[in-house]
């Protein structure tokens, strides 16, 4: 056993090396520190939440334009964000973690190795939020909201859009529901005791820029609305033809959940909300056919009602006819009419068909189509005998 001695060397080394790698890797996954009780101070006493920077119970806009944002409720199919160009923080050129509502863009301040702590200002995980988790509520509307998160990390992050043909000089509101879970346990609810300060705050870019860095960008006052939907609004006055819509979050400290949650998103020229209009098309259709050979079709009717704010809905009944009752069939904006002349003698049959606004006080709040059908008498059948 003369190498013995070196043996032991070796495995010293060895035993050296691996306890190094193990502490490394113990203290990379140690989560970030919790903030002293004098920084803890510190951010509570420049702690706002958001009921508190609102005087007034704030309303989601509405103004001359119906809503301008494309998928303002975050629903429908989510897919994963394929940045162009490339970025570092998704080397595969795909954002595998950062699943998006259609029409949505994110955006995150990359982690600076020379600045940052390792739980400093990470790229969130952006997913849908789903209505079927009910302790407490995080989509508002509907069946999914936008979520991004954190985890023992703090970000500066949120999701954009961009919205063209709008009119420079002109105002514009923007309101969304928001609301923040922040924890550094497992409990649902945030702890008002205890949490990261995770802020929120939405701008817009009256240039259309998609730089959130930028000093263009006019911004609400950041702050707190936890484990509740709050509504954030702003407005400004569009300097280019595009705006930029952006819903921004931060947190002071790296809690172990820094979840963030939007829903609801509305965009919309400020100004006098235009009222409801309903539109009927056509109001006249018109058949012929013979005693003996009736006609039997159908036909649709487009019933539109612009400027719903009120979600309003129509009915359709028949208020005058002879012996010809077209049927009626009602599904979203179409009316569908059964037309049938079997049995009707020669002669000219009328039927008419009130179509009525929910509030009929609207414009083209009640109107009327007529269905009219022309009946000839058959010619006699001609036999011929041989």
């Avoid at 959940?257 to 400020?270: E, G, K, P, S």
Wanted: hydrophobic fraction near 35%; proline fraction near 7%.
């Amino acid at each position: 056993m003369k190498n013995k001695p070196l043996m032991i060397v070796l495995l010293m080394v060895v035993s050296f090396l691996l306890v190094s790698v193990l502490v490394s890797a113990d203290e990379d996954e140690k989560p970030a520190p919790y903030p002293t009780k004098a920084e803890y101070a510190e951010a509570e006493a420049d702690w706002v939440t958001l009921a508190e920077a609102s005087r007034d119970e704030p309303e989601e806009c509405t103004g001359a334009t119906d809503n301008l944002l494309s998928n303002p409720s975050f629903e429908g199919n989510y897919s994963d964000f394929v940045p162009d160009p490339p970025i570092p923080d998704c080397p595969w050129g795909v954002c595998f973690s950062a699943q998006m509502a259609d029409g949505w863009t994110p955006y995150w301040q990359s982690h600076n190795n020379d600045v940052d702590e390792g739980w400093e200002m990470l790229m969130p995980e952006y997913k849908p939020a789903t209505s079927d988790f009910t302790d407490p509520v995080r989509v508002h509307s509907g069946g999914r909201a936008q979520q991004l998160f954190t985890f023992y990390a703090t970000h500066r992050a949120g999701v954009y859009q961009q919205v063209y043909n709008v009119e420079a000089g002109q105002n514009y509101c923007l309101s969304v529901w928001g609301q923040a879970w922040s924890s550094y346990d497992d409990t649902p609810y945030t702890d008002p005791a205890n949490h990261g300060f995770l802020n929120q705050k939405i701008g817009i870019d009256p240039f259309g820029g998609r730089d959130f860095n930028s000093g263009n960008i006019e911004w609400t006052a950041a702050t707190t609305q936890y484990d509740e939907y709050g509504l954030f609004k702003i407005e400004v006055t569009a300097q280019s033809d595009t705006l930029t819509v952006f819903f921004n979050s931060q947190p002071s400290w790296a809690a172990k959940h820094n979840d963030v949650y939007w829903d609801d998103a509305v965009l919309v020229q400020a100004g006098v909300p235009l009222p409801p209009v309903m539109t009927v098309s056509p109001k006249w259709l018109a058949y012929t056919a013979e005693t003996a050979v009736p006609v039997q079709t159908s036909a649709e009717v487009s019933v539109v009602i612009e400027n719903n704010r009120d979600n309003l809905w129509y009915t359709a009944q028949l208020v005058n006819t002879s012996a010809f009752s077209p049927t009626l069939t009602i599904s979203g904006e179409t009316l569908t009419l059964g037309i049938d002349s079997t049995g009707l003698a020669a002669g000219i049959h009328q039927a008419t068909i009130e179509v009525a606004a929910s509030d009929p006080t609207i414009e083209g709040g009640r109107q009327y189509i007529t269905v009219q059908i022309d009946v000839a008498q058959s010619d006699p059948e001609v036999r011929l005998f041989s």
